[in-house]
């Protein structure tokens, strides 16, 4: 009767042991990704940080272009009137 209870008390801790080591080796994996997705992110960010100035410069250009262009269009109207 002791031995069957032994027996059945070591299978218990057998399964409680795995369990334990395949929900640490779970939360490894999940903290990992998480690391990962936030790597993403980061570089994302410096990707956009680095585009910002050179789009700014192209507004800047833009809008130049269309104020020359919308002050021609003023000259000609007053000349042609």
């Known amino acids: 009767m002791i031995v069957i209870v ?3 008390f070591a ?3 057998g399964v409680g042991a795995v369990a334990y080591a395949m929900s640490y080796n779970g939360l490894v994996t999940a903290r990992q990704k998480v690391s990962d997705a936030w790597a993403v992110v980061d570089a994302e960010l410096e990707r956009r ?3 910002i100035p050179g789009l ?3 507004i800047r250009a833009t809008a130049a272009h269309e104020q020359r262009l919308l ?6 109207d007053r000349r042609a009137a």
């Open 56 to 58: 700014v410069n192209a």
């Open 71 to 76: 002050l021609d269009l003023i000259e000609a």
């Open 11 to 13: 299978i218990a801790a």
């Open 6 to 8: 032994f027996f059945l």
């Open 49 to 51: 940080h680095k585009l």
